[in-house]
């Protein structure tokens, strides 16, 4: 799952996404460090990293909102030709 964040992580930033970004930093660098340590110590930060993980889960569902419900809108999400108008290719 820490692998899986620090992908999305690296997207986001070639993206230009940057507050999305931050937000999973914020989560990747307590779970990247909590690999790191022995069993007991996992188990004593495993409550709060597993909260800082409901936190992202929650303000990337937000942000999902944000995005859908600007134009072109939900049901063109998963569509295949684009609706809005790029300007740099007419």
């Known amino acids: 799952v820490v692998y899986g964040l620090a992908v999305i992580f690296a997207v986001e930033v070639l993206c230009g996404m940057y507050s999305a970004a931050l937000i999973d930093l914020a989560t990747l660098l307590p779970a990247s460090i909590l ?9 004593r930060n495993l409550v ?14 937000v942000m999902l909102l944000g995005l859908l419900s600007k134009p072109p809108g939900p ?13 740099e290719h007419p």
């Open 35 to 43: 690999l790191k340590q022995d069993v007991g110590q996992l188990v």
């Open 48 to 61: 709060p990293v597993s909260m800082l993980s409901s936190l992202n889960l929650v303000w990337q569902v």
């Open 75 to 87: 049901g063109n999400f998963f569509k295949l030709e684009c609706k809005v108008a790029d300007p």
